[in-house]
């Protein structure tokens, strides 16, 4: 995980392609459609979700972020760090835990990487340290650490675990630089290299050779700089560095024979291509989308790699919506059932269905509008998808749309024609 937050600060790709897989995920956010069945109430939830949402001090402990902040940071907290925790807070707002404040106390038999099991593998508990602590110390002592009841008395959650699980028995996330850090390290450590071999080239020689009794100006200006380096056997050598304008002076009778290398080589750019393809496809963002780099492929290549990198994308939006979304929307009504009685006779008659919700998932725009827009059209008109469900494919919400499309029709009726 250190590693992994290394290579998110200082690495020149790794950032880049992870900000793009999480900028095509989340998008401008996850739009709430409450589906209880009671219009009214359905509009009274969401406004009351958009008046907590967007507000960072009703939304986040510390009055810095909203939900949508949330929902980015945790997407990438995930790809980086393997998980992350959310507390929702009995006063209303959520509390985000980094992976790393999550800790087995020294010794302690029952807790694995800072989760308490019991014998079917249920988290009972997360073991929290009061602050951050240093990463690779161990917690010697239980006062230094605070468990926090996975559920509450009822069983509903109030530790929501944000990982995304390869193995059913897999307590933590993992880094999804965990295969490819040594690439990583490799292709920066090659890219350095590189300029340095190119700083190398840059400096141009004037290469002397002088004739056996050569009695001239052996001035040394120009020449690039000296030191003097220790051995290990404690005696100490001359080492010269080279400069641009420097001078190479040969011994007499030597012949010296310079050389104009070809940096970077060819081989460097299909082996930088290379490492940047596996980067990427570890990370489920594409070159031609993470870079903004088109001209090693084609339109149809580009969309090829589009389409299949948005179904990564569609996937990472389902399990966050699973993890994340739908059980933050459940502890806020439920907040608002124990804060009005109104709400509370609602609840009463209605029962879990006043739970009932869909979080419609952020789509891309068309690759090719013209063929794009008729294919969904054709769709519509063939009845082989509903309005409703291809509006939340496209990331509307169906009955807000339609308000508007009337709204526009009217005014555009009330609008007199020119002459």
């Known amino acids: 995980m250190e590693q992994a937050r290394d290579a998110e600060r200082n690495d020149s790709l790794i950032g880049r392609v992870v900000d793009s897989a999480v900028t095509n995920t989340i998008q401008s956010g996850f739009k709430l459609d409450p589906q ?41 907290r995930v790809m980086f760090d393997g998980d992350v925790v959310i507390l929702p807070l009995q006063s209303g707002e959520l509390q985000m835990i980094e992976s790393h404040r999550i800790r087995t106390p020294h010794k302690a038999k029952d807790i694995i990487h800072g989760v308490k099991l019991d014998s079917f593998r249920r988290r009972t508990e ?19 650490i605070y468990p926090h009841a996975t559920r ?11 990982y995304d699980p390869k193995r059913t028995t897999q307590t933590r996330g993992v880094t999804a630089l965990a295969p490819i850090i040594d690439a990583c390290a490799m292709r920066d450590d090659i ?25 001239g100006n052996n001035d040394p200006s120009g020449m690039g700089y ?5 051995q290990g056997g404690g005696y100490s050598r001359q080492v010269g560095g080279i ?17 104009s290398p070809n940096v ?82 609602k609840a009463a008659t209605l029962g879990d269905r006043i739970f009932n919700h869909k979080f419609n998932s952020p789509n891309w725009a068309y690759i090719d509008p013209t063929k794009d827009a008729n294919g969904d059209a054709t769709q ?11 509006a939340n494919g496209r990331g509307y919400d169906i009955d807000e749309l339609n308000d508007e499309i009337v709204a526009q029709r009217k005014l555009n009726q009330s609008i007199p024609a020119r002459e």
């Open 126 to 144: 997360y073991w929290i340290t009061k602050d951050d602590i240093d990463p690779l110390g161990n917690v010697t002592a239980k006062s230094e």
């Open 191 to 215: 890219e350095f290299a590189t300029m340095v071999k190119q700083q190398v080239a840059s400096c141009f020689a004037i290469i002397r050779t002088r004739a056996m009794g050569f009695d």
């Open 152 to 162: 509450d008395l009822n069983g509903n959650r109030q530790v929501l675990h944000i």
């Open 243 to 259: 400069a641009p304008g420097m001078e190479v002076l040969g011994e007499p009778g030597e012949t010296i024979n310079g050389f």
């Open 380 to 390: 519509l008109e063939k009845g082989l998808i509903s309005p409703r469900r291809w």
């Open 226 to 230: 000296q030191y003097s380096q220790t």
């Open 264 to 345: 970077p080589n060819p081989e460097y750019f299909e082996q930088i291509k290379g490492l940047v393809r596996l980067i990427a496809a570890n990370l489920g963002c594409p070159p031609e989308v993470s870079l903004f780099d088109t001209t090693q492929t084609t339109f149809h290549g580009y969309r090829g790699a589009v389409d299949e990198a948005r179904r990564g994308f569609r996937r990472n939006q389902e399990w966050l919506k699973r993890r994340f979304h739908c059980p933050v929307y459940k502890w806020k009504v439920r907040q608002w059932i124990a804060d009005d009685s109104d709400l509370r006779n």
């Open 36 to 76: 209880t069945g009671d219009e009214a109430l359905d509009l009274e939830l969401w406004e009351r979700w958009d008046a907590w949402a967007n507000d960072p001090d009703q939304c986040d402990i510390a009055g810095e972020f909203c939900f949508h902040d949330f929902e980015c940071m945790n997407l990438r």
